[in-house]
């Protein structure tokens, strides 16, 4: 697949090339940390290892054969303080990614004192060493937590995220401004590793069942496989994402499909928050320390459709229509479609009280001292559907609280016609 995307990401990797020292590199699994690496590596003739899960010693004899080609040293490190003190003695600058480096660390937790010692003291002026890792809590606990001996030693942290609907639709041949284009978008996510499955003339249903419902399909154990990598592991975590992706969204609702208390979900809650599994929301306009109105959602499209269409329907998934396949997707999509409209304006959120739901709130981009309140339709709406959709939207803001602190609201309905913008 042609590479697509990622400017902003290259000019920080050129950027921190011309600097040198540590920059640190992670994102969930299969977005694209290897092939971005990769691809940049060649234009800057850098150094690349990609971890293996081994003993220790095997860990540093991988490593260094990967290195050996371009190196200087007649030296056979059998340390990493001996295989630092190669890299130290090197004549020229150089660049050196170690790819997931959380499985190096999991076998010597020594590591990262030994790295940082090196960092601080040891380090070529100009050369820069690059880590990356695909476990969102290991890579933060390494270099975030402020008792880490690696804490403060990366110039920069560099969190490589999915890609967006527009590098979808290029990579993969898609048209933008088609409504299936979008829908076949809510199966892959903005991760380029599930693209490859699709094929530009195949229908959505098609692209559906390749991926999650053929026999032994690629995304059959995909959430377990990102579970155990960001090491959070039990039935829990899988009961969890089930409650949330079957609608169960206030942690009360949650706790309650699982038959147990809401206080013994707070860790597992909290673990799946720092892997970006989970995302925490709260009304527009209100904080952590002034409301309990909480609710989760499933962050990724793909581990939402897995939660919400396949695991409840895989069993009749063969037994169903064309025309009801296709209702679980376009209803999939339409929630991923929401998310779409509101990363469009900055600030925007949903926002819900009693009786009340409001697709999201925002500061008005076109007026600074003004409120706008958008209804999302995940359909092409007549002029007269339109004009509908907006009195009701006024009739819900005449009813919410929002009204007695922001008298000045501009309504606004987003429709499927948005993609052609």
């Known amino acids: 697949m042609t590479f697509v995307n990622r400017e902003a990401e290259l000019r920080e990797l050129d950027a921190a090339a011309k600097r040198g020292g540590l920059l640190v590199l992670f994102g969930r699994r299969r977005v694209g940390k290897t092939r971005l690496l990769k691809h940049w590596l060649q234009g800057c003739g850098g150094l690349y290892s990609q971890a293996i899960e081994a003993q220790r010693d095997l860990q540093i004899q991988q490593l260094f054969e990967d290195l050996r080609p371009q190196l200087e040293t007649r030296i056979v490190p059998k340390t990493w303080s001996e295989l630092f003190e190669v890299l ?109 499955f699709v094929e530009a003339k195949e229908d959505v249903v098609a692209l559906a069942e390749s991926l999650y419902f ?52 707070s860790r597992l809650l909290a673990q799946l928050l720092d892997a970006s599994i989970l995302r925490r929301e709260l009304p527009f306009g209100e904080s952590m320390r002034s409301t ?31 025309a009801e396949k296709r209702k679980l997707i376009h209803d999939h999509a339409a929630t991923v479609f929401e998310d779409f409209c509101r990363t469009r304006i900055p600030g925007a959120q949903r926002y819900w009280e009693r009786g009340i739901e409001l697709d999201f709130v925002a500061p008005d981009p076109d007026h600074p001292k003004r409120l706008l309140a958008v209804e999302v339709k995940w359909r092409r709406l007549s002029a007269a559907e339109r004009k509908h959709v907006l009195r009701q939207l006024a009739d819900k803001w005449d009813r919410c609280s929002l009204r007695e602190r922001h008298p000045n609201v501009r309504f606004e309905v987003q429709d499927a016609s948005i993609l052609a913008e």
């Open 88 to 196: 130290a003695l090197q004549k020229r600058r150089w660049v050196l990614c170690l790819d997931e480096f959380p499985y190096l660390t999991a076998v010597d937790p020594s590591l990262p004192s030994q790295l940082q010692k090196w960092l601080d003291h040891s380090l070529p002026p100009g050369c820069l060493l690059i880590l990356a890792g695909s476990s969102t809590r290991m890579m933060n606990s390494l270099f975030l937590d402020r008792a880490a001996p690696l804490y403060g030693r990366a110039r920069k942290l560099l969190h490589l995220r999915p890609m967006p609907y527009a590098a979808f639709c290029k990579a993969c041949g898609q048209s933008p401004k088609n409504v299936e284009s979008f829908e076949k978008f809510a199966c892959v996510g903005g991760i380029p590793k599930y693209w490859e």
């Open 214 to 265: 053929d026999f032994a399909p690629y995304m059959e154990q995909e959430p377990q496989r990102i579970l155990r990598d960001e090491g959070v592991s039990g039935l829990n975590a899988l009961a969890v994402l089930e409650a949330v992706g079957r609608g169960a969204e206030r942690p009360s609702e949650i706790a309650a499909r699982l038959g147990t208390v809401q206080t013994n979900l």
């Open 292 to 322: 309990k109105k909480t609710r989760y959602r499933i962050d990724d499209p793909t581990m939402r459709f897995w939660f919400r269409v396949f695991s409840p329907h895989q069993s009749r998934w063969r037994t169903y229509a064309t």
